[in-house]
């Protein structure tokens, strides 16, 4: 079986780790990976992803088809003797969705988009009509809560879970060290200005208190949500620190002590996964829309706005007493439960599976297909 997964700029700079897991995953399967990258993306993984291809990522909307049978052209090209062909496409990134469309057409193979997020199952919706519900397409989902939206929102389509994989250290890391400065880490969008400011507010209010205290930001969700602003007017900005694309920078994100999640927008990160993998307490918002957040278990859970309530459970974890077992406690939890149910050999088997089930439908041909 030859797989081509296609990733926007955005999904490959900040997922980078968990596309590199899932090539050499489903290669040791005896699957060959081609990666479809936005062209000058490549230059910039050092070397991370096995066979790679580029292509044009804008253009008007009368280029799509043709930019689609560039990438076409170039991977029967690429073609090895003995080689299938191309059936799959495997989309991440809502943004090329279409783009992912036109190439299966293209290729006259089954289409794959992954729901990460549960502000793109309206657009899988349209998607999908556009598609005519055809054989081969199908919806995959990493999170348990998403497939019941996308059961219930997308009827008749084909959905699929597979949760995303991490690697879980042993032993967890050690955190909030007795005499360091103790840091939190906020990330997010940025786009619920409400839910980040009472959480940025609570947060300010325990800087106060702890001068010592640093705090870092996404720097695209605090200028979207004016935090700068209130950093300065709450007395705290020179504890205040915005870190460019926080996903794609993790090494530095899971140094801290704290993860902070301000919004509940039905959104996967495997920076989430890896700080819960690796021991790091997360602080996040209730999200009926992200079955990864379990009170308790996974993280310490607060209803969003709710400025006492952030400041209530990040206190919990930052008591000069009575904390350290609160934060063992969760630490093993989170990371038993990522190493149960966030495998990366499990997200592999669920990704094959989707694979098998779009191509082992009846084939039907995609309506003006052609042969470039």
Not at 236 to 256: F, K, Y
Not at 349 to 364: F, Q
Request: glycine letters at 8%; a neutral charge; aromatic letters at 6%.
């Amino acid at each position: 079986m030859r797989v081509v997964l296609l990733a926007d700029r955005r999904f490959a700079s900040r997922e980078r780790s968990m596309l590199a897991r899932l090539q050499v995953g489903l290669a040791d399967e005896g699957i060959r990976v081609v990666l479809a990258l936005p062209r000058g993306f490549v230059q910039d993984t050092n070397g991370l992803f096995q066979e790679t291809v580029e292509f044009e990522e804008t253009g008007l909307p009368m280029s799509l088809r043709w930019r689609a049978g560039e990438v076409a052209a170039k991977l029967r090209a690429s073609e090895r003797a003995g080689d299938d062909p191309a059936r799959i496409v495997h989309v991440f990134g809502g943004s090329l969705w279409p783009f992912g469309l036109a190439l299966a057409e293209k290729l006259q193979g089954a289409m794959i988009v992954e729901v990460w997020r549960a502000g793109l199952i309206h657009k899988a919706q349209r998607l999908m009509a556009r598609s005519r519900n055809r054989a081969g397409a199908v919806v995959l989902c990493p999170d348990a809560a998403l497939v019941s939206r996308c059961e219930r929102d997308l009827p008749g389509v084909a959905v699929r879970k597979s949760p995303w994989g991490v690697y879980v250290d042993a032993p967890p890391r050690q955190v909030l060290k007795p005499g360091t400065a103790w840091s939190l880490m906020i990330a997010g969008a940025g786009f619920d200005k409400p839910a980040f400011t009472a959480c940025f507010e609570a947060i300010a209010d325990v800087a106060r208190d702890r001068p010592d205290m640093l705090v870092f930001c996404d720097a695209v969700a605090a200028r979207r949500a004016d935090l700068w602003k209130l950093a300065e007017k709450l007395g705290v900005r020179q504890q205040v620190s915005l870190v460019d694309e926080m996903d794609a920078n993790r090494d530095l994100v899971l140094r801290g002590d704290v993860l902070v999640l301000p919004e509940a927008r039905g959104e996967q990160r495997t920076l989430v996964l890896e700080a819960m993998g690796m021991g790091m307490p997360v602080v996040a918002a209730r999200d009926e829309a992200n079955a990864s957040l379990i009170d308790g278990r996974t993280a310490l859970l607060v209803a969003p706005g709710d400025r006492q309530g952030w400041s209530r459970q990040i206190r919990r974890l930052l008591a000069p007493s009575g904390s350290e077992q609160l934060v063992a406690d969760l630490a093993e939890s989170a990371r038993e439960y990522v190493a149960t149910e966030h495998r990366s050999s499990r997200h592999v088997g669920g990704v094959i599976e989707a694979y098998e089930a779009a191509v082992g439908k009846p084939s039907l041909p995609f309506p003006g297909a052609d042969a470039t």
